[in-house]
């Protein structure tokens, strides 16, 4: 099925001449309009513009397309416009990608506070990024950073990879194996364990064995469960053994129904990132998004002064 966004962007091109002018007036990247454009061709078989010097000049086929197309989708962007206009003076809608846990665990208490409309995605970060790249997102929280022009990337916190456990497992046993500084007892007794994984995504324990082991962990996880979440609803007081960041299990931690085991022989820090487009009408929006991730996943000043320098701001 043919996605109306791609006829979107065809008539701004048509209307504007030029890929840059269509994605100035759309507020998205100039690849996005080339990746809607080259869609909507193979979807439709024939080719829509003729790139010139200076101009993108339509084809017969384009022209018959443009005068198909052009008052159906006039008319969608009127039923937008008052459909928002009558559901509440003109609330901005803005689209944000990150993992399920720091949605639920930081933005989740404040969504009936925000005065915009918030569409919500989850999913694999590079995929979040292209998304955001091509205009389909306005907001992403990211551990991961790609090297797109178009997208402007803001550290702000960071999060360690620990390794937890059930407040009921003894741990001793593990504890003063890796003292010795023995990897391979170390290994053999976690591989003995239970564990917890998530559904989708095993980067974290991945990172953590290759990180600690040089190697991949050569077992399954017991019990595969639907997010982090659900892995410290499931150990808290009780036995499991999980690869967790730490900001989402502070609180359980504090209470004593979860135990920190072991950071690793070197502790594995990812930065956390704001991203967003360099061109966006949302400005306003996404600051004060930004703030509520702040105020909740706040880290020193010093630190933050580290971040940016990492990173040449």
């Known amino acids: 099925m043919v996605n109306l966004e791609w006829?979107?962007?065809?008539?701004?091109?048509?209307?504007?001449?030029?890929?840059?002018?269509?994605?100035?007036?759309?507020?998205i990247s100039q690849p996005g309009v080339s990746l809607h454009l080259n869609s909507l061709e193979?979807?439709?078989?024939?080719?829509?513009?003729?790139?010139?010097?200076?101009?993108?000049l339509p084809t017969e086929y384009g022209n018959m397309l443009y005068n198909s197309i052009v008052d159906a989708v006039k008319k969608l962007e009127e039923a937008e416009?008052?459909?928002?206009?009558?559901?509440?003076?003109?609330?901005?809608?803005?689209?944000i990608g990150m993992c399920f846990e720091t949605f639920q665990y930081v933005l989740e208490p404040f969504i009936s506070e925000l005065p915009f409309n918030l569409i919500t995605k989850f999913g694999v970060y590079q995929d979040m990024l292209n998304d955001l790249d091509k205009g389909l997102l306005d907001f992403v929280i990211s551990p991961q950073k790609?090297?797109?022009?178009?997208?402007?990337?803001?550290?702000?916190?960071?999060?360690?990879?620990?390794?937890?456990?059930?407040?009921?497992?003894d741990v001793s046993g593990f504890k003063e194996v890796v003292n010795t500084g023995n990897t391979e007892t170390a290994e053999d007794w976690l591989n003995k364990q239970v564990w917890f994984g998530t559904t989708g995504d095993m980067e974290h324990l991945r990172n953590?064995?290759?990180?600690?082991?040089?190697?991949?962990?050569?077992?399954?996880?017991?019990?595969?469960?639907?997010?982090?979440?659900?892995?410290?609803?499931?150990?808290?007081?009780?036995?499991?053994f999980a690869v967790i960041p730490d900001f989402l299990?502070?609180?359980?931690?504090?209470?004593?129904?979860?135990?920190?085991v072991w950071e690793g022989f070197s502790p594995i820090e990812n930065t956390l990132y704001f991203a967003q487009r360099k061109k966006t009408i949302y400005k306003k929006e996404l600051a004060?998004?930004?703030?509520?991730?702040?105020?909740?996943?706040?880290?020193?000043?010093?630190?933050?002064?580290?971040?940016?320098?990492?990173?040449?701001?």
């Open 146 to 169: 790609d090297e797109t022009f178009n997208i402007q990337y803001t550290p702000f916190s960071k999060e360690r990879l620990i390794l937890i456990a059930g407040s009921k497992n």
């Open 208 to 240: 953590f064995w290759l990180h600690n082991f040089k190697k991949r962990a050569d077992f399954k996880p017991n019990y595969i469960v639907p997010n982090m979440s659900s892995i410290i609803r499931c150990i808290s007081g009780k036995e499991g």
């Open 249 to 260: 299990c502070r609180k359980q931690l504090e209470k004593g129904n979860i135990q920190l």
């Open 7 to 27: 006829f979107r962007t065809f008539k701004a091109i048509y209307e504007t001449g030029s890929l840059t002018s269509a994605a100035n007036k759309l507020y």
């Open 81 to 95: 416009g008052h459909f928002y206009r009558n559901a509440d003076s003109v609330r901005p809608s803005i689209s």
């Open 288 to 313: 004060l998004l930004q703030d509520v991730f702040l105020k909740h996943m706040a880290i020193d000043v010093k630190d933050q002064i580290l971040l940016l320098q990492d990173t040449g701001k």
């Open 42 to 56: 193979a979807h439709v078989g024939n080719k829509l513009f003729d790139r010139g010097t200076r101009k993108m």
